[in-house]
Structures are given as structure tokens and as C-alpha cells.
């Protein structure tokens, strides 16, 4: 069992940035293969990012030299450094984990086996 809780979230301006943290408790935190994950109102979850154990990471295109996904584990904590932030960044931000060392390009809502419970995100223009 493994326990995800993210902080970080607020409202920026557009061009801001903001740092997210999911901080994860319960099994070893470098077993697990995690992502970023977002959800806009009245659109599906989709993901944003994901890392493997091994530091391997995959971006959305649409954050693509905005946002970086980096770990911590002696720390057992993930992170989602944002830049430059569009009003279409705006959204729940929900951290994942998924068991194993994953393809980072294939991580999808179904190769995740725990979730957080998300932090709002909000870029006004």
C-alpha cells in the first residue's frame, strides 16, 4: 500500500510557475514508476508526465519545455516543476504510482495502482 499526497497547487498568472510535491509513504517509493496526471472541468484525466525508477521520463507534448518531472527518493517524494503557465494548465493535478519499473512512454489512468487526491491548479490570462 502506498499513500500519495500532493501540495503545491494555487492561482497564478499566466507566465508564472509553480511547484508541485507529492509526498509518498507506505512501500519503498523507488519501486514504483510515478506520473503526473490532470484533469480539466468536464474533460477527462489525462496524463502529464511520468518518471521510471531509473530517472527515464515522458512528457505530454503539450508541456514539453514547460514542466519537468524529477524524484526524490531519499526523500520519497515526487515533484512537477511548471513554467510558464497557460490558462489551459488549469486543472486538478493528481499524482500516481504505478508497481515495477514501467516504460515512462507508455504510462497510462491504467497503469496506475495508487492515486492522490489532487491539487488545484488555476492560470488566469
Known amino acids: 500500500q502506498v499513500q500519495l499526497v500532493e501540495s503545491g497547487g494555487g492561482l497564478v498568472q499566466a507566465g508564472d510557475s509553480l511547484r508541485l510535491s507529492c509526498a509518498a509513504s507506505?512501500?519503498?517509493?523507488?519501486?514504483?514508476?510515478m506520473a503526473w496526471f490532470r484533469q480539466a472541468p468536464g474533460q477527462e484525466r489525462e496524463i502529464v508526465a511520468a518518471?521510471?525508477?531509473?530517472?527515464?521520463?515522458n512528457y505530454a507534448d503539450s508541456v514539453k519545455g514547460r514542466f519537468t518531472i524529477s524524484r526524490d527518493s531519499a526523500k520519497n517524494t515526487l515533484y512537477l516543476q511548471m513554467n510558464s503557465l497557460k490558462p489551459e494548465d488549469t486543472g486538478v493535478y493528481y499524482c500516481?504510482?504505478?508497481?515495477?519499473?514501467?516504460?515512462?512512454?507508455?504510462?497510462?489512468?491504467?497503469?496506475?495502482?495508487?492515486w492522490g487526491q489532487g491539487t488545484q491548479v488555476t492560470v488566469s490570462s
Open positions: 507506505g512501500r519503498t517509493f523507488s519501486w514504483y514508476t
Open positions: 518518471i521510471s525508477w531509473s530517472g527515464g521520463t
Open positions: 500516481a504510482a504505478g508497481k515495477g519499473q514501467r516504460n515512462p512512454e507508455l504510462f497510462s489512468g491504467l497503469s496506475a495502482d495508487y
